[in-house]
């Protein structure tokens, strides 16, 4: 077993997720880039992710319902959503009153910022 963080990182640009992933790679992170959020909850089956950052708007499933069945599956996953919507709000608040307190970061997501993020998580 390694102690390298393992993040997921889901966005359905798949420049967007692996460019993410590519960063966090070299910053002391074992990160995969996923562009299917269906494709990301098969593979925490097999290997569960401490970190799951995911883009809330996304055509297949948004990242909100992505965190909270993460959330629900395992619940030691720490889970960062990422947007340049306006419209998250909402989404937000129906998370919120089912339970789930997520921390969102604006895009674009700058790489100081999303590590500051992830220490901020393993601090706590």
Known sequence: MTNVPLVYVVDDE?????????????????????????KALQAAEERCPDFLITDVSMRAMNGIELGMRFKDLYPT????????????GPLLEVARQKGF????????????????????????
Do not use: M, W
């Open 101 to 124: 307190d997520f921390r969102i970061l604006a895009k674009p997501v700058y790489p100081g910022d999303l590590l500051e993020a992830l220490t901020r998580f393993k601090e706590l």
């Open 77 to 88: 996953c720490n889970v960062l959503l990422f947007s340049g919507a306006l419209s998250t």
């Open 14 to 38: 798949g420049t967007i997720a692996s460019t993410t992933a590519l960063i966090l790679n070299l910053h002391a992170y074992e990160a995969i880039a996923f562009t299917q959020p269906q």
